[in-house]
């Protein structure tokens, strides 16, 4: 039987690796082992019970490690991850049943570590798969199972599922302060008086005024969010078409909390930057604001956060701070049009992806952890892998599962992982990160009114919704 991937080796046995080229056969071929059907060597489509059983390991055999991540990743489109468990853990059982206690026993023992391989495989790729009850139940079946044939298999599966639930327990740890976080950001209304109102200034600039410190700043937060998506959530994210599935409910609860924790993120600090900028009742503080988060958003261009480089520009366009034509006189511009070009959505991005594939090529040739920083501008990154999966059908007319499909996702995901686990190299320091992630920042129609009574209405337009802001937000005070 051929190759199972398209780009065999592509994921190395130390990490994701997407940087190596497609092989080029001399001749297209198409044929079909079975349920399953290869072009040019390359698996293209099979049935779904052809694709499990693929998945077996036994004695003689063991799954590419890039088809395994493929099939973990985006198997769920068409069955719950349990239901993929607990089938392949019966065809395990099965395949080495004889009826023969000592047979049995050898073949278990044979094929033992390469079971323990595959499940370790999913446990540190997809740990949040085992938050299910269900699935913590059939690895430890599995574990009674492998104890019978394999003391030393039995013990790295101990090991294995004590590194899985500390995994679990700092998600946990995670979820939690995150929502402690939110509900400290929102008490806002009477902080944001205070920091209006007080002589003092406490404002991005009182806690931090080199741009290369916050820019690093920001790279802690964005990297430690990152770290905590689970790659299935872009496939869970879009739900489930596939007519032939039954576990909707499992997408009904959509399990990506950590995505959207991120997104969420990059929507706190554009309305962060238009709040330290829009807040000061001094042109010239504005101003100061303006070119800080200018520098701050090229030393992270600099850097290889494009995620918090664009949060900031976004910051910056919001028609509160836009419309500050008195305040924008005052700064030199020529840097923000250069970042703006650098992330003009024209052409599908097509200048951010360029600078993207540096940032990557430069990732993979890199001689520090500071060089090895890729951090995408993860909406995009979103859309991409969103228009990929609506672009092509599950499945094909004959009810094969459409491979080809699966294997564009994993790659795409598959970057990702790799960015993700970089370690950021630059030391923290926890009054800014306090500040950035907790200091309360104004809605959009406080933005919109902090705007006005900055720079006065140019128009009757703008007098009218200074006023409506005005009596709006004093009502909701009083509620």
Same mark, same amino acid.
């Given at each position: 039987?051929?190759?199972?991937?398209?780009?065999?080796?592509?994921?190395? #046995? *130390?990490?994701? /690796?997407?940087?190596?080229?497609?092989?080029?056969?001399?001749?297209?071929?198409?044929? *079909?082992?079975?349920?399953?059907?290869?072009?040019?060597?390359?698996?293209?489509?099979?049935?779904?019970?052809?694709?499990?059983?693929?998945?077996?390991?036994?004695?003689?055999?063991?799954?590419?490690?890039?088809?395994?991540?493929?099939?973990?990743?985006?198997?769920?489109?068409?069955?719950?991850?349990?239901?993929?468990?607990?089938?392949?853990? !019966?065809?395990?059982?099965?395949?080495?049943?004889?009826?023969?206690?000592?047979?049995?026993?050898?073949?278990?023992?044979?094929?033992?570590?390469?079971?323990?391989?595959?499940? #370790?495989?999913?446990?540190?790729?997809?740990?949040?798969?085992?938050?299910?009850?269900?699935?913590?139940?059939?690895?430890?079946?599995?574990?009674?199972?492998?104890?019978?044939?394999?003391?030393?298999?039995?013990?790295?599966?101990?090991?294995?599922?004590?590194?899985?639930?500390?995994?679990?327990?700092?998600?946990?740890?995670?979820?939690?302060?995150?929502?402690?976080? /939110?509900?400290?950001?929102?008490?806002?209304?009477?902080?944001?008086?205070?920091?209006?109102?007080?002589?003092?200034?406490?404002?991005?600039?009182?806690?931090?005024?080199?741009?290369?410190?916050?820019?690093?700043?920001? #790279?802690?937060?964005?990297?430690?969010?990152?770290?905590?998506?689970?790659?299935?959530?872009?496939?869970?994210?879009?739900?489930?078409?596939?007519?032939?599935?039954?576990h909707k409910s499992f997408f009904r609860k959509r399990k990506t909390t950590n995505l959207e924790a991120y997104v969420a993120w990059f929507n706190r600090l554009s309305y962060l930057v238009a709040t330290e900028i829009c807040m000061p009742v001094k042109k010239k503080h504005r101003a100061r604001a303006l070119e800080f988060f200018i520098d701050v958003a090229r030393e992270c261009y600099n850097i290889g956060n494009f995620n918090s480089l664009m949060a900031i520009i976004s910051g910056m366009n919001m028609s509160p701070v836009s419309r500050l034509k008195k305040t924008w006189s005052k700064v030199n511009t020529d840097k923000f049009d250069i970042l703006?070009?650098?992330?003009?959505?024209? *052409?599908?991005?097509?200048?951010?992806? #360029?600078?993207?594939?540096?940032?990557?090529?430069?990732?993979?040739?890199? !001689? *520090?952890?500071?060089?090895?920083?890729?951090?995408?501008? @993860?909406?995009?990154?979103?859309?991409?892998?969103?228009?990929?999966?609506?672009?092509?059908?599950?499945?094909?007319? /004959?009810?094969?599962?459409? @491979?080809?499909?699966?294997?564009?996702?994993?790659?795409?995901?598959?970057?990702?992982?790799?960015?993700?686990?970089?370690?950021?190299?630059?030391?923290?320091?926890?009054?800014?990160?306090?500040?950035?992630?907790?200091?309360?920042?104004?809605?959009?129609?406080?933005?919109?009114?902090?705007?006005?009574?900055?720079?006065?209405?140019? /128009?009757?337009?703008?007098?009218?919704?200074?006023?409506?802001?005005?009596?709006?937000?004093?009502?909701?005070?009083?509620?």
């Open positions: 039987m051929p190759p199972t991937t398209p780009y065999a080796g592509k994921f190395s #046995t *130390s990490t994701y /690796n997407n940087n190596i080229h497609l092989h080029k056969y001399h001749q297209p071929m198409e044929v *079909s082992y079975g349920d399953m059907c290869y072009h040019d060597n390359s698996l293209v489509s099979g049935s779904l019970e052809a694709l499990i059983q693929h998945l077996v390991p036994t004695v003689d055999y063991y799954p590419d490690r890039s088809y395994v991540f493929t099939f973990l990743l985006s198997s769920r489109l068409f069955l719950h991850p349990y239901e993929l468990m607990s089938r392949l853990c !019966h065809l395990c059982v099965e395949q080495h049943r004889s009826g023969d206690l000592l047979l049995d026993k050898i073949r278990i023992r044979d094929v033992a570590p390469k079971i323990v391989q595959l499940l #370790t495989e999913w446990t540190e790729t997809f740990p949040y798969d085992f938050r299910d009850e269900r699935m913590m139940h059939c690895l430890k079946e599995m574990s009674h199972h492998l104890a019978r044939g394999d003391e030393y298999s039995w013990r790295a599966m101990q090991q294995m599922t004590q590194r899985l639930i500390q995994r679990l327990a700092a998600l946990g740890q995670y979820e939690e302060a995150i929502a402690t976080l /939110n509900a400290s950001a929102a008490e806002r209304p009477t902080a944001l008086k205070a920091k209006q109102q007080n002589g003092h200034r406490h404002d991005v600039l009182s806690v931090c005024d080199d741009a290369f410190i916050l820019a690093q700043q920001l #790279t802690h937060i964005e990297l430690d969010r990152l770290s905590f998506i689970g790659p299935e959530e872009f496939i869970q994210a879009f739900g489930v078409k596939d007519h032939l599935v039954n703006e070009h650098q992330m003009d959505p024209s *052409s599908n991005f097509s200048n951010y992806r #360029t600078a993207l594939r540096g940032a990557t090529q430069r990732s993979i040739t890199a !001689h *520090s952890n500071q060089e090895k920083i890729v951090i995408p501008f @993860f909406s995009l990154l979103i859309k991409d892998i969103y228009f990929l999966n609506e672009g092509c059908a599950n499945r094909l007319p /004959n009810g094969h599962v459409n @491979f080809e499909k699966l294997w564009d996702l994993a790659k795409q995901v598959s970057e990702f992982l790799v960015w993700r686990q970089v370690m950021c190299p630059f030391e923290r320091d926890r009054k800014i990160l306090q500040y950035l992630v907790t200091t309360p920042v104004f809605t959009e129609d406080e933005l919109h009114l902090a705007s006005y009574e900055t720079e006065g209405p140019e /128009n009757h337009l703008e007098k009218d919704s200074r006023r409506s802001l005005r009596t709006s937000l004093l009502h909701r005070e009083h509620r």
